[in-house]
């Protein structure tokens, strides 16, 4: 029987050869078929049993061994999603054993005898509850890994990194959340205009009428026009100390894509993987190659919202530490004009936690927008970072029950 195929009702039964036959009628089709008992009982005992009560029939067929098995099966498999999450830990780095299911079931039906109820002691129960549980385990890893792979598929297929992420939990068996749609840029939120190019009185540095790029150096005519000391140096690692605002070359100049003062439209070009941390902070992420002290890692983004609406989200659970002030320049009120919302909307800078000893800083960098406001939120390393570490960031908001385990946590009291 193909096992796709709910049944709705059983119509009626006949004997043939010994052996009892129904007809039965799908779910969703008009197709009536006659099937034995064996094909339909573990998936529709219930309703064999409401057809025989219903036509009066005294004998009830009995369960045969294999649905006996089955429900000693999920009996032993009853367990909360947290038990099982501590239950795999006993495999080291999430290696499981392969499936021995077929084994395991006839070891359950070659216990039950159809006639007498199973006396099982204690310590067989457990043995057989391991085995059981291990099942679940190999089951839903194998469903877990292919939820992963297609998840790191779709957000390859979308980020504008230019190394492609990659995504690995060893820890439990989450997901990334579903909700979320990967994006590589703000998204404005109704009323809000964010400015994909500079206003056409800004010219840009280099003649526009020249064919001829030319070469970006420290006397940039863009640095001089906003006032700003070049932040990269020739290798296009950050060389700014102090937090101060970033200009980089833009849409209206006439240089290379690969001039040095454009760094942060470039991209993250850092092999990065998103992974479930040990520390119990969810996901976060971690560089799998050396990062030399200032190098560019992303840029926060996602839904551009007003601040006071903002302030509304930070109320919600779970919500806060996903907003971002976009605050270089205050209002009259003291607050940003708007502010980055990247729960529904994000690329992987959404699951970099917070440490009070972070390796990450953070810059305002003005590209294509010019607005004072709509400043872009990037992620360098303040130090050089060793493959493998984690990347993190000061949130600036204090946890009560901070897990960043450096020397300089400072959770709430
Ligand atoms: C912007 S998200 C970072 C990604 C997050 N770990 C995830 O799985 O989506 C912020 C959330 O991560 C967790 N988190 C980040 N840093 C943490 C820390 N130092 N201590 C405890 N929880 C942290 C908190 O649950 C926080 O609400």
């Not at 840029?185 to 003649?207: L, N, Q, V």
């Not at 240089?255 to 996901?283: H, M, P, S």
């Not at 919500?319 to 690329?347: P, W």
Request: glycine fraction near 4%.
């Amino acid at each position: 029987m193909d096992k796709s195929l709910d049944i709705e009702k059983i119509i009626m039964h006949k004997f043939e050869n010994n052996r009892r036959l129904f007809l039965v009628k799908f779910k969703g089709y008009e197709i009536y078929t006659w099937l034995p008992l064996i094909d339909i009982e573990i998936s529709s005992y219930n309703l064999i049993m409401d057809y025989f009560i219903s036509k009066k029939i005294k004998t009830l067929p009995p369960l045969s061994i294999k649905q006996r098995a089955k429900n000693l099966y999920n009996m032993l498999a009853s367990i909360s999603e947290e038990d099982l999450n501590i239950f795999v830990q006993q495999f080291d780095n999430f290696i499981l054993p392969k499936s021995k299911l077929d084994i395991l079931m006839q070891d359950l039906e070659s216990l039950i005898d159809v006639n007498r109820e199973i006396e099982l002691n204690e310590k067989q129960i457990q043995q057989l509850r391991e085995r059981v549980l291990t099942e679940i385990c190999i089951q839903r890893r194998s469903e877990q890994l292919i939820k992963l792979q297609e998840q790191e598929w779709m957000y390859n297929r979308i980020c504008d990194n230019r190394v492609p992420l990659k995504i690995c939990n060893n820890r439990d068996f989450a997901i990334l959340p579903e909700y979320l749609t990967y994006v590589n840029e703000y998204i404005a939120s109704d009323g809000i205009y964010i400015p994909c190019t500079p206003p056409e009185k800004f010219f840009g540095c280099g003649s526009t009428n020249s064919f001829k790029k030319h070469k970006c150096s420290k006397s940039c005519a863009c640095m001089a026009l906003f006032e700003v000391t070049p932040a990269y140096n020739k290798e296009g690692l950050l060389s700014l100390n102090r937090r101060k605002a970033i200009h980089e070359c833009n849409k209206m100049c006439n240089c290379d894509e690969d001039c040095r003062y454009r760094v942060v439209q470039r991209g993250c070009n850092v092999k990065l993987l998103i992974f479930r941390t040990a520390t119990g902070t969810g996901w976060g992420i971690k560089t799998l190659e050396f990062l030399p002290k200032g190098t560019f890692i992303g840029r926060y983004v996602g839904k551009v919202i007003p601040w006071e609406e903002g302030e509304l989200l930070s109320k919600s659970n779970g919500r806060e530490q996903y907003l971002f002030d976009i605050d270089c320049y205050k209002m009259d009120n003291g607050h940003s004009k708007y502010t980055v919302d990247a729960y529904y909307y994000g690329n992987f800078t959404r699951f970099i936690n917070h440490s009070c000893e972070p390796n990450l800083t953070v810059f305002n960098v003005w590209i294509n927008s010019l607005d004072n406001n709509l400043h872009e939120i990037a992620f360098f390393t303040k130090r050089n970072v060793a493959n493998g570490e984690e990347l993190t960031f000061n949130y600036r908001k204090v946890f009560k029950y901070c897990k960043c385990g450096s020397f300089q946590c400072k959770p709430q009291k």
